[in-house]
């Protein structure tokens, strides 16, 4: 199978299992939302931070190493990771349990001891698939990495439903993620049919340490970054407060990660693949910026323009306060999927020492703002979150730019029209007004964008848009 096929077929089960996954998993988290309400669901939400450090630390470093070093990956290198990642898992299991008293006081939620000695077992069980999910990876096969999800989610998700029908409340929404995280590890454990060797080898250690410890500790800085505004919300006002910022976040995150992660899942196998091959690399990674501007904006901007009727509708009144924070977040997410490709490129070229500097130049900005806005409420830091992103996504694409000549700037000219087409269409979504039932009206302005959106696009003579409607009615006539 030639690497072209591989790409398709990689992305086609990479987007089927962000669909169906991701997708089904935010309709269940949603809905156990509307069930526990705003306040157990922020109990959940205080957690995250520590959640994401702890994985962080295990996911980032040596399983992007592996991947780096497909083409010469050993038995001894699966191994050694797989007991680091182990070793690693159970130690910040055992350091965030007896941390919890601590937690709690900080968020003064006592409930959380219990609530966080449960979930934290997440942590080990994430840390056992790590080196499984790069082997899958390295072979571009989503497929296993799909079937294992779906059925993990489908599971999961009737447990928690079934557990707030009893009234469990927020242990409902705990039982489900421990649930979800066991079942999909077991399974990625069958498919994949690897087993570690008793083999520690210190030198493969030292080599992928060297290239994951950059990435490592670059995802525990941005991961601290990124979610600290859910500590700091929680430490000002109340667990109501954190429920409405989580939900307007999650909502905003699952669209985004659902395409930058089926995009980055199958593109970084495949760049380090021709990671030598620098004109192709280049070529490859351009494309990459044109499609995902090309879709992740409209999805985006578009969410924003109908976030009032989507809130009312899924979530209902109580939590109407999530509208006006989605809409602002779903600003900040729009760019960010080029951020990350821009990141994403300096790994696969083996520069993680470029990756981990260009976060750790982001860090006093982003919580300066943090700082500055979170008195201010929930509304404010989305606001401070749009600005560090606009200004990080020139930050992230400084070094590409010095690198392929393809900066900031450049990534902006490409993707001009899609900005303009997504931008009117905004505002003719949002400010269409209609007296009609609410799932009917969402249905009219989602329909609207739809068809706005590619037809601003033609008007423009975008080529990119212009060539693949030329060979989709070929196809057609055929």
């Known amino acids: 199978m030639s690497l072209k096929q591989k790409a398709i077929r990689g992305f086609a089960w990479s987007l089927a299992d962000k669909m169906i996954n991701q997708l089904g998993y935010l309709a269940v988290t949603i809905y156990l939302a509307r069930l526990i309400g705003p306040e157990s669901f922020g109990l959940i939400g205080m957690l995250t931070i520590f959640m994401l450090l702890a994985e962080s630390v295990i ?43 601590f937690i709690a006081d900080f968020y003064k939620a006592p409930q ?6 449960l979930l934290f077992v997440v942590i080990i069980i994430n840390s056992l698939v790590v080196v499984v999910r790069a082997k899958l990876t390295i072979n571009i096969d989503f497929k296993s990495q799909t079937i294992a999800s779906t059925i993990a989610t489908l599971f999961s998700g009737v447990v928690g ?32 049919r690897w087993l570690p060797q008793f083999i520690f080898s210190v030198e493969s250690f030292r080599r992928l340490f060297k290239f ?75 494309q990459l910026i044109s499609i995902t501007m090309l879709i992740s904006l409209p999805l985006l901007i578009g ?56 976060d750790l130049s982001k860090l006093p900005m982003t919580i300066a703002a943090l700082l500055i806005s979170v008195p201010y409420g929930i509304v404010a830091v989305a606001w401070a979150m749009v600005v560090t992103t606009v200004i990080a996504f020139f930050i992230n694409a400084y070094f590409p730019g010095k ?12 993707a001009a029209k899609y900005i303009i087409a997504a931008a009117i269409m905004y505002v003719a979504v949002s400010q269409l007004e209609l007296e009609i039932v609410l799932w009917l009206r969402l249905i009219v302005k989602i329909s609207l964008g739809i068809l706005l959106y590619p037809l601003l696009l033609v008007i423009m003579r975008d080529q990119f848009v212009i060539r693949y409607i030329n060979l989709l009615i070929g196809k057609v006539r055929v």
Not at 112 to 117: A, E, K, M, N, V
Not at 214 to 243: D, H, K, P, S
Not at 403 to 414: A, E
Request: charged share 10%.
């Open 161 to 192: 439903i079934y557990l707030a029908k009893l009234g469990y409340d927020y242990w409902a929404f705990v039982w489900m993620l421990v649930v979800k995280s066991a079942l999909n590890a077991l399974l990625i454990w069958l498919l994949c």
């Open 212 to 286: 994951g410890s950059n990435l490592m500790i670059a995802g525990f800085v941005a991961t601290f970054v990124n979610n600290l505004y859910i500590a700091l919300i929680g430490r000002y006002f109340n667990a109501t407060q954190v429920g409405y910022f989580t939900q307007a976040n999650n909502l905003s995150n699952n669209l985004y990660l659902m395409l930058s992660s089926t995009l980055q899942g199958v593109t970084y196998p495949i760049l380090t693949s021709v990671k030598e091959d620098r004109e192709r690399l280049v070529g490859i990674y351009k």
């Open 112 to 117: 959380l001891i219990d609530i966080s000695r």
């Open 59 to 101: 996911s980032n470093g040596f399983s992007a190493a592996l991947v780096q070093r497909s083409k010469q990956v050993t038995p001894e290198d699966e191994s050694t990771v797989f007991y680091i990642n182990m070793a690693w898992g159970v130690a910040m299991y055992i350091l965030l349990y007896f941390s919890a008293p």
């Open 303 to 358: 969410l924003a323009a109908v976030s009032h009727e989507v809130v009312l509708l899924f979530l209902g009144e109580e939590w109407l306060p999530v509208a006006p924070v989605l809409s602002i977040l779903c600003f900040a997410r729009a760019i960010t999927p080029i951020s990350a490709i821009n990141m994403n490129i300096l790994n696969a070229i083996g520069r993680s020492d470029l990756f981990l500097k260009v």
């Open 403 to 414: 690198l392929f000549s393809f900066g900031g700037w450049s990534q902006i000219k490409v």
